[in-house]
């Protein structure tokens, strides 16, 4: 969200109100220059975390601060998605609309690091250090906030996040679960069906796909980020059989 004590000061100074043509300062991050193909640093990881919900079916974008041409798809689909101008440059209008997406921690706006984590508060306790688990988390949530605007911006449900070990051993969590590494996220029925999301959920980053069909997997569906992929929600039609004539782009490398 825009932080507003920079546009308040310029306004007292001038003595009247000029709507500025861009946000001068947000809570969570601001960018400081156009970034385009070729760019890379910190400012362009940041973009790629954004922008991991749009990577193309069955791609998952790489955030490694490297602007490549997977990053310039995966912007030019955001720009599509909201109304942009599809150049593939992120500046004012790209920037204005993700300051716009995000809260003061960074998570996008229709989700919360609460409730993606019903287990803890401090993200400790799992299979990798908390602040890995909470950094994956976020990665899910900007994935999540693709799914939902691609979904008619209704809300998706989330059941269950980040689990701990004795969280996940409550609940009868397989012991290689993903909620354990924090970016596995359980999806409830809501305004979508469970298959409907199983099935965008292909576009959206997610390695890790189960539902109806898979066993334990009736009353929810599942995505996370594991290593490979393994979609299964055999009476949504999604599996990963149905995916082998796409090719996956692994980030930017070479
Ligand atoms: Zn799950």
């Known amino acids: 969200m825009f932080v507003s004590l920079l ?3 310029t306004a007292t100074i001038a003595g009247v109100f000029v709507m500025p043509d861009k946000a001068l300062a947000d809570g969570c991050y601001t960018w400081n220059r156009n970034l385009a193909e070729g760019a890379s640093g910190e400012d362009v990881r940041q973009l790629q ?3 991991s919900g ?27 998605a909201y109304g942009l101008s599809a150049d593939g440059v992120a ?8 300051y716009a997406l995000q809260d003061d921690d960074c998570t996008p706006v229709n989700f919360s690091y609460a409730e993606l984590n019903n287990c803890n ?10 602040a890995t688990a909470k950094a994956n988390a976020l990665l899910s949530m900007w994935k999540l906030q ?8 209704q809300p998706l449900r989330v059941t269950s996040g980040f689990r701990s070990v004795s969280c996940n051993n409550s ?15 359980d999806l409830g029925e809501g305004p979508h069906s469970l298959c409907r999301m199983a ?14 069909g898979y066993p334990a997997h009736n009353d929810h569906t599942h995505v996370d980020h594991r290593p490979s992929r393994y979609w299964s929600a055999a009476n949504c039609g999604v599996s990963v059989a149905g995916i082998q004539s796409v090719d996956p782009i692994e980030g930017d490398g070479p």
């Open 121 to 130: 508060s401090t993200w400790s306790g799992g299979n990798v250090p908390a």
């Open 91 to 98: 500046g004012t209008a790209t920037f204005n609309r993700l």
């Open 7 to 9: 546009l308040t000061v």
């Open 49 to 51: 975390i954004r922008l």
């Open 146 to 153: 693709a799914m939902r605007h691609a979904l008619g911006d």
């Open 171 to 185: 609940v009868g969590g397989a012991s290689s679960s993903r909620h354990l590494y924090g970016d596995a996220v």
């Open 199 to 212: 099935q965008q959920a292909r576009n959206h980053g997610f390695r890790g796909i189960l539902g109806p």
């Open 54 to 80: 749009y990577p193309g079916y069955g791609a998952v974008l790489g955030v490694d601060g490297a602007f490549g041409p997977a990053t310039r798809a995966a912007l030019v689909r955001f720009q599509q």
